[in-house]
């Protein structure tokens, strides 16, 4: 998880908008008779964590292109 986290960090700080994870969260738990309890804990943790990285340091992903995302038209396929 530390190394995923220190990725991201570096990740946001040159340009990224999010991230896509799933072991570096809950890998640990598989196997463990307590597997509930450290998904509710510590992967939400985690998880929370990875998200409050994103929000503060993130580029939003329309800042690419607009500086609003109200200025983005909305397309609608069929």
Known sequence: YEEFKD???Y???NGASGFLCGRAIWKEAVGRPDMEEFL???AVSRLNELVDIVEEKGTPW???YVDSIGDIKLVRGE
Do not use: D, M
């Open 7 to 9: 990725n991201l960090k």
């Open 11 to 13: 990740s946001v700080e």
């Open 40 to 42: 509710l804990t510590t």
């Open 62 to 64: 329309y800042k690419k």
